[in-house]
Structure formats: C-alpha cells, structure tokens
C-alpha cells in the first residue's frame, strides 16, 4: 500500500493567491482528516470526514480555509485568498472509522510569501 | 486548544540510554496514542493505550496510563541514533473520532 499521498510536497505562492492541497487516502479508509502544523500552535486539526462527509469543522480558522470529499479517495483543503500566516505544513491522515490509529501523509509544506 | 503538553520540550540522550517523556491532559479520554515524527515527515503511529489500561509494551517502547493523574509516560529502553525524532502524545475523546495532539517532546540521541 502506497500510504496517504498528498500532493504537493512544497508550496511557495503569494499572498491572495489561492491555494490548493489533496490528499488521497489509504484504500478502505473511510474517515480522513486534514491537520495544521506551525511552530507557535503545534498540531491542529482543522476538518475530518467520516464516510466523504464532512463532520467536524470547528478547526477550520475562517472563511478562507473549505475542505470537500468528493469522493472515498480523494480530498481538496483550498485556502481562497492566501495569506502569509497560512504558512505551515499541512498533513493529511485516514483510518478506519471503527479503529483509532491513524495513518499520515507526508505533509505539504506551504509558504504564503 | 492542546490537550496534551508533553514534557519535556526537549531531551538529549547518549546512544544506549533510556527517554522518559511525559504527558499530561486535561479531560476524560477514550485512549492514548504516541506518534513519532521525523523531521520533515509526517507521524507515525508507535502505541495505543486505552482508558481502562495501565501499561502497555511494543518491543523498546513501554507506555504508562494514569488516569487518576490524568498523565502519560512513554520509556524508549536502550536508545538508538536513529529513535531521535519528535515524539507526541495524541488523545481521543468522547465519541468524536478526533485526536487532539500534545506540543510534542525533542528526543535527541548522541551516537
């Protein structure tokens, strides 16, 4: 099994524009889960889905960030319009709904210039 | 808001020794989870500990659950160059899926 995949590893943009990270999960997963990781506030989760639907949102910071499950095997974090204090390392992580070990992705290191 | 606060922030071992890490959380959990990170990579998994469990072994690792104390000890018995990385602990609550992390622990290993 290949792992969670996101895709791009590094993401360099300027401020306002919008930005878009995807992951694709573990076959079989059914819950994914998009977290944010900055030196100042550790690892944050922002958004999980449990069978491509969205149930928990509070961690979203605001109106900027959206997240969509389209599908079992893959997921979308845009960030419409960037900003600098975006900058951070994005990871995305699937399980088994019934289960409690998650499993990450790589991350996408973003940088909002 | 973090759940977990690990302690400490950082340790400096010598290759051959045991690390000691510490968590401690705030509200009534399901489990436990400790993840370790390299550095530029994503975590992984290392153990699971359940509410109702005490101690737990997985090869080196050796994980404590207080639940009186509301605290965690994660022991790396005989230490390599290779176990340093950042390690944090990741709670689950009530019947929500999500796992709220610590600030995590810097465990560097001197060869």
């Known amino acids: 099994d290949a792992g969670v995949i996101q895709s791009p590893r590094h993401e360099v943009t300027e401020m306002g524009q919008e930005v878009t990270l995807r992951c694709k999960p573990i076959s079989g997963h059914n819950s994914l889960f998009w977290y944010r990781q900055t030196m100042m506030r550790g690892l944050e989760l922002l958004i999980y889905?449990?069978?491509?639907?969205?149930?928990?949102d509070s961690g979203m910071p605001e109106d900027r960030f959206s997240a969509k499950m389209p599908n079992a095997s893959f997921s979308t974090l845009k960030i419409q319009p960037s900003e600098p204090r975006d900058s951070a390392v994005y990871f995305c992580?699937?399980?088994?709904?019934?289960?409690?070990?998650?499993?990450f992705g790589p991350g996408t290191r973003l940088t909002v210039l | 808001s973090q759940q977990g606060e690990e302690d400490p922030q950082a340790l400096s071992i010598q290759e051959g020794e045991n690390a000691t890490m510490n968590c401690s959380y705030k509200t009534s959990i399901n489990n436990l989870q400790w993840y370790r990170q390299n550095s530029g990579r994503g975590l992984v998994h290392l153990i699971l500990i359940r509410s109702n469990e005490r101690e737990k072994h997985s090869g080196r690792l050796r994980v404590t659950l207080d639940t009186s104390k509301k605290s965690s000890s994660l022991l790396i018995t005989a230490s390599r160059a290779a176990d340093t990385a950042s390690y944090f602990c990741a709670t689950e609550s009530g019947s929500a899926r999500q796992l709220t992390f610590g600030s995590g622990t810097q465990l560097t290993v001197l060869p």
């Open positions: 889905f449990n069978n491509n639907v969205p149930i928990d």
């Open positions: 992580a699937s399980n088994l709904g019934n289960t409690d070990t998650q499993y």
